[in-house]
């Protein structure tokens, strides 16, 4: 594997660009253009227009001599090349190539984002940058969405979006949920790794306002993320506590970890919740059956329309437009009537998106775009894990292994929904990805000075 | 002379790197602005122009739908927009042919009733009724597009029997097909949507001729009569009489439209 050297100091054009993608992650979140139909649209323009901006910004300083090129490709650029070149390939059986290529530059905007984070000479710095904006902003999004719980309302919104209440800035419950759910562990990597009870005190209370905001968005999915995120943390910490032999005081410390995670889940949901009366029938919600059966359709779509063009998919972005003509197609087969409840429920709208990440890109770009997306998403779970069992400070390891953890939470959300696919959460996704290569390019070096 | 040609060689990675991210950052910038201004644009639109005059803000609109989508011809949700317009306009044959390259890119639930509107518009009742009871395999409970599609298949019997009275050939099989599927439908959406008015309009219409005119009777008492005989209202009100006077037209022959309210 390729890992590039560290960067040397920046200069004032490094600086500029530090505080450019800063300002990218700052105010993304907070675009409304009241206008277009939901927050996320003016988000994604405003994501795409700053970040193509700063990679064309990136560029003159290349041209210029004012940075220093990278040299040579690391093993997940190579691998992120893989990804564009199976989009590439999908592209010969798009109905309308336009439309793929312009719907794929939000996430060519998300790496091109982590490229310039990454190739940022003083890439340290600007991600704790990144960590305290993101932090400032899941506390207000936080109590926005819980003051929209109770009513009060700061933005005018027409009326498609007002009818779901608790959405802050973002527009819809189940995005503000794929956002705050991976942040949730950004935040307890500053309670791991910082020094004295106030920031932890502070630390905590901040997890308890983004769990009530998820909670009172009633939203499901990304609850087996953050479940499967605290498991991980819970098993990864441990492991490192037993592998350096940090004694049974740490191990039980993870354990107690997890466990006032859970009692604290518990409260808010078996106390807070009722106490507020806040309305929230946990087993309507669970068992909704004709939402999950609607979703069991749009997953079965995508399988079915990537059984018709296994290599290369249907195109990007072709999901939406060939869905109905799916249904169609479908209710009039053998298996259709059994889905002939489902149809009614889904009426009025096109599903948008499969709701299940890995799924999408099947029906989209085929097997040879699961693969390279598989590719990319295994390299960082690997070495990531890697990185933490290799690191020699202990603070460390638990700030690494709490940015495991929200890494975990957004693969699992990526299952029933579609982080990648939205401006916010994508964001979010590539700081954790910075993160942790940021993690796993130290561990290399060490091991490379070691050796 | 080998420290320059070492030195240009570890230039050009630069060079590549910094010219690419350039043209790509430039080129993905533009595009995102046309695409943005146009999204902005197609929703203030309406409220731009001046309605003084329906038919020259209608060609106003249309100019100004062709010059957006101009710059953006993926944006589907533009083009049905603009084919509504030419809708509107009467231009049905471009709509059905803009509307097919829209639905490559936005294709909503309801699409197939837009077209069957569309070809019902141009006289070709064959195809829209094809495409509405394709629209209603995806739209089963659909209150508007069951009672459209009823209207349908009534006209194709409807148009038979003029063409029969009128003393030109119709193919019985076909006439016969034609009563038997209206049939079907009708009794199938009568016995779904008890509440539709409508549905007993179209039943009674099927009982007509020559089978059950008292069932036709008591389907249209009970799809005409709205109640508004009780309405306190009184240039709303109608009284039983009227009802029945019309009943009595449509068993005389003097077929009722059996449809109220439908677009």
Known sequence: MNIEPSKPAPSRFDRFMGWLLTAVVALTPLVIVYVLARPNLGQAYFLQLAVLAATACAGVGWLAGWRPAPRGLSLPAWLGLLNVLAFAGSLSASQSVLFSIKSALLPLSGLLFLGLTLTQPDRQRLLARYRIVLIGLAVFLSIYGILQHFGFELLRYGSQIEKNKVIATIGHPNYLASVLGPVLFIVLSVVFTAKGWLKKSLGLATIFLILLCILLARTRGVWLGIMMGVLVVGVVGGLYCVRRQLGWRWVGGFAGGIALMVVTISVVLFGVLPAMKAGIDIRQRLVSDKEIKSRLYYWRAAVDQAAAKPVFGNGYAMFDPMFWDYALAHQKTESGPYYYDVVPSIAGRTPGHVHNEYLEVLAEQGVAGLLALAAFLVFFLYFGYRAIMAEPERARALEQTALYGAYVTILIDALFAFPWRLPVSLIVFMVVLAWLYDAIERAETAHQHAA | ?263
Not at chain 2, 33 to 49: E, S
Not at chain 2, 178 to 188: F, P, S
Not at chain 2, 218 to 232: A, E, H, I, P, V
Request: aromatic fraction near 12%; charged fraction near 20%; glycine fraction near 6%.
């Open chain 2, 1 to 263: 002379m080998t420290e320059e040609i070492t030195t240009r060689k570890a230039a050009w990675p630069r060079y590549v790197l910094g010219g690419g991210a350039l043209l790509l950052g430039l080129i993905g910038f533009v595009w995102t602005m046309v695409a943005g201004y146009v999204d902005v644009k197609l929703r203030v639109l309406p409220t731009q122009l001046t309605r003084e005059n329906e038919s020259q803000f209608m060609a106003r609109y249309m100019i100004e739908l062709e010059r957006l989508l101009n710059l953006d011809p993926s944006n589907g949700f533009l083009r049905s927009v603009y084919v509504q317009g030419l809708a509107r306009q009467g231009q049905y044959r471009q709509a059905v042919a803009e509307f097919n390259e829209a639905r490559k890119t936005q294709n909503a639930q309801n699409s197939l009733f837009f077209l069957a509107d569309m070809y019902e518009k141009m006289g070709e009742i064959d195809k829209a009724e094809a495409t509405m009871a394709e629209c209603l395999k995806i739209n089963p409970t659909d209150r508007l597009f069951n009672p459209a599609r009823l209207r349908l298949l009534n006209k194709r019997v409807l148009d038979m029997k003029a063409a029969k009275k009128a003393g030109q050939p119709v193919d019985a099989a076909l006439y016969d097909t034609a009563r038997r599927e209206y049939g079907l439908a009708t009794i199938n959406w009568f016995i779904r949507a008890p509440h539709d008015k409508n549905s007993y309009l179209f039943y009674g219409n099927y009982n007509i001729e020559p089978l059950y005119p008292l069932q036709a009777y008591r389907s249209f008492l009970l799809g005409l009569s709205q109640n508004k005989y009780m309405n306190l209202n009184e240039q709303m009100m109608i009284q039983p009489q009227m009802v029945l006077g019309t009943i009595r037209q449509i068993i005389q022959g003097r077929f009722a439209k059996p449809y109220l309210n439908l677009p």
